[in-house]
């Protein structure tokens, strides 16, 4: 097992490039279960996570190799299998996203139910209400949903759940909706970029959606769908993520290939912390020399504050001068980081799903763990700026979603080494 030693204290300068997003990429690859012919994706991050659902599809009869420039090949062979294991759904909750595609295209689908995670308990009703909806038969066996149709009607569907709407269950029924007889309108649809994405590859690919983006979503279904070339939009959070390490480090960096319009609530937040961000030719520069304001954040489904991005801003407020505020709207009970902040000199109080942050003049090092994607990545962001050596054990929670992390952060004078335990 991998762990990463971090010398915190450099200032971060020059250059980070932003990969394909993960939770763009995810999606668009199940999709490719849908297709006729090969797929092609542009841009997809070389990640644990993506490496995980290879092997699903791989499993499901989907053949993927990566060529030399790296595009991701995909096309299907056997169609006989529908059904999608514990043993890799557990590994990957993003896994569910085959359940869509296997209905529509296959007509039944397997898929072990993801059970709760680091992050909280994560259901999946809204994923089978969509798809019953749409005609399915649905049924739980030895833990396992299994989905059945014939055919799938089109028909208005309400998505929409206690927390907002839900971004893999708004990919599974838009995905099924393709190839279902009619029209279907997904009401309280989500609306993050990663949806547009999947939309706008299905539509090459020869589906007829209108409103993705929206929280109304147009689909009139299609007889077939032929694979086709697609470029991933580049990741907002691990592009976030970087924009918080230049702003906790006083540091300057430009992030190559990141879009501003994908992280309007990100820069309004930093910009009130006092971090100056800016659009600029190859994506955005951000940098930091002053004092940072303490903020109230919310997290929210887009286009309001990610929660992919909470534990991150929870890092960079430790040091703010005065009392910031985070409630969590999306994900409740993510708060593993607060008690590993805390060992490194954060003051942090949780009260149910917010988090009162008393600011601290610094952080220091100490040996923390990892504990999920995003959680960890705010645990290196402290060790960036925290005194003397942090360690953050179980490495590979970063792995599932940062690309290279520890060499894009060395690469602009960051002190971070991968080591084995
Ligand atoms: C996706 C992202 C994840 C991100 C999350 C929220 C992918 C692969 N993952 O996860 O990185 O943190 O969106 O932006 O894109 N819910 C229900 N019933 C359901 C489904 C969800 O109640 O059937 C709830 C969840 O518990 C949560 C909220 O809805 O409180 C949003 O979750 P959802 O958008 O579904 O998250 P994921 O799609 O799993």
Do not use: W
């Not at 609306?191 to 547009?196: G, Q, S, V, W």
């Not at 993510?334 to 805390?342: M, P, Q, S």
């Not at 090092?365 to 925290?386: E, H, K, N, P």
């Amino acid at each position: 097992m991998h762990f990463f030693e971090i010398v915190g204290g450099n200032r971060l300068k020059g250059a980070i490039p932003i990969s394909g997003a993960k939770n763009s990429a995810l999606p668009i690859m199940a999709a490719s279960i849908l297709m006729d012919g090969e797929t092609i994706l542009h841009n997809v991050p070389d990640l644990a996570d993506v490496r995980q659902l290879q092997i699903l599809l791989s499993r499901l009869g989907v053949k993927a190799h990566r060529d030399e420039e790296g595009a991701l090949h995909l096309r299907v062979e056997d169609e006989m299998n529908v059904h999608a294991e514990y043993e890799l759904v557990s590994k990957m909750r993003a896994s569910v996203c085959v359940m869509g595609p296997l209905l529509a295209k296959r007509k039944r689908a397997q898929v072990s139910m993801p059970g709760g995670c680091a992050i909280g308990s994560r259901p999946i009703d809204l994923h089978i209400h969509g798809l019953e909806t749409l005609g399915a038969d649905f049924e739980l066996a030895n833990g396992d949903v299994l989905l059945r149709a014939k055919k799938l009607t089109g028909t208005d569907i309400f998505l929409g759940g206690a927390f907002g709407s839900s971004v893999t269950a708004t990919a599974n029924v838009l995905m099924a909706a393709t190839l279902a007889t009619g029209r279907t309108v997904i009401g309280s649809a989500a609306c993050e970029p990663e949806i547009t994405d999947l939309g706008e590859f299905l539509n090459k690919c020869g589906a007829r959606i209108t409103g993705h983006g929206t929280p109304q979503i147009t689909i009139d279904g299609v007889e077939r769908l032929e694979g086709k070339e697609h470029h991933v939009i580049p990741d907002r959070i691990e592009a976030g993520t970087h924009m918080i390490a230049a702003a906790i480090t006083n540091g300057d960096v430009e992030l190559t290939g990141a879009r501003i319009d994908h992280l309007q609530a990100v820069v309004d937040r930093l910009r009130r912390v006092g971090v100056i961000v800016e659009r600029d030719e190859k994506g955005i520069a951000v940098s930091s020399s002053r004092r940072l304001e303490p903020i109230e954040a919310t997290t929210q489904p887009y286009p309001g504050f990610p929660t992919d991005l909470q534990a991150q801003l929870m890092t960079l407020l430790c040091l703010a001068d005065g009392n910031s505020v985070i409630t969590e709207k999306v994900f409740p009970d993510r708060f593993l980081h607060v008690g590993e902040l805390n060992r490194m000199g954060a003051r942090l109080r949780k009260e149910g799903p917010t988090v009162i942050i008393e600011g601290v003049k610094r952080l220091i090092g100490a040996q923390v763990m990892a504990s999920d994607l995003r959680a960890s990545a705010a645990l290196i962001l402290a060790g960036l700026v925290g005194k003397g050596t942090t360690r953050v054990h179980r490495a590979y929670h970063i792995d599932r979603g940062y690309e290279r992390i520890e060499e894009k952060l060395s690469a602009v004078g960051a002190n971070i080494r991968r080591l084995d335990e």
